[in-house]
Nanobody
Framework: QVQLVESGGDLVQAGGSLRLSCAAS????????LGWFRQAPGKEREFVAA????????YYGDSVKGRFTSSRDSAKNTIYLQMNSLKPEDTAMYYC?????????????????????WGRGTQVTVSS
């Protein structure tokens, strides 16, 4: 059974930084992309970032490019989201997700409903 467990969410001031972690278990993730979505109250789930397990290619949503960085530690089966220059509009529940992506190039365009695996989320709140 695949499990994705997020951690690292917190309350932070605008301009600050946080690092989220997602520990993945239950299968080998070769051929998969693991990524991050976020959802604020009353808004749709939004793609944030993703990384291909094989090769390490990264993908970002437009609103976070240049500020967020996705990385992975294969030995720990964990991905990370380093978030810098945080803004109040980054406030949301952040979810880790998994997608079979061996033949997918535009991962940032794949809608949330097509991602196969989801964690329970970790809350990020950015105060102004």
């Amino acid at each position: 059974q695949v499990q994705l467990v997020e951690s690292g969410g917190d309350l932070v001031q605008a301009g600050g930084s946080l690092r989220l972690s997602c520990a993945a278990s239950g299968r080998t993730f070769s051929g998969y992309a693991l990524g991050w979505f976020r959802q604020a109250p009353g808004k749709e789930r939004e793609f944030v970032a993703a990384i291909k397990w094989t090769g390490g290619n990264t993908y970002y949503g437009d609103s976070v490019k240049g500020r967020f960085t996705s990385s992975r530690d294969s030995a720990k089966n964990t991905i990370y989201l380093q978030m810098n220059s945080l803004k109040p509009e980054d406030t949301a529940m952040y979810y880790c997700a998994g997608l079979l992506a061996s033949s997918v190039t535009g991962i940032e365009l794949v809608p949330a409903r097509l991602w196969a695996y989801w964690g329970r989320g970790t809350q990020v709140t950015v105060s102004s």
